[in-house]
């Protein structure tokens, strides 16, 4: 089992930048890919960017050149660094995590919402 917590959320003005943090506890040796979720109202979960153990990360359209993916695997830890954040980036944000070979992330943290607004 893993256990995933996440930090770092908040209410920010449209421009601001916020990093969250998604702290992993139990077998974390096997969790291969990280990722971070958003959910925003009413909308469906959707996936913001993805980083596997060696560091390869994908991202989203929308957040392309404005979020940064980024992991710790001696402190299982990863990193969401946001940047130049809009009022459409307001959601509450996962961290999940999966086994190599498995498509489905099996591991969910509670979120932490992110509010951009003026």
């Known amino acids: 089992q893993v256990q995933l917590v996440e930090s770092g959320g908040g209410w920010v003005q449209p421009g601001g930048s916020l990093r969250l943090s998604c702290a992993a506890s139990g077998s974390f040796a096997s969790i291969n890919t990280m990722a971070w979720y958003r959910q925003a109202a009413g909308k469906e979960r959707e996936l913001v960017a993805a980083i596997t153990r060696a560091g390869s990360a994908n991202y989203a359209e929308p957040v392309k050149g404005r979020f940064t993916i980024s992991r710790d695997n001696a402190k299982n830890t990863v990193y969401l660094q946001m940047s130049t954040l809009k009022p459409e980036d307001t959601a509450v944000y996962y961290c999940?995590?999966?086994?190599?070979?498995?498509?489905?992330?099996?591991?969910w943290g509670q979120g932490t919402q992110v509010t951009v607004s003026s």
């Open positions: 999940a995590a999966r086994a190599l070979g498995v498509m489905n992330y099996d591991y």
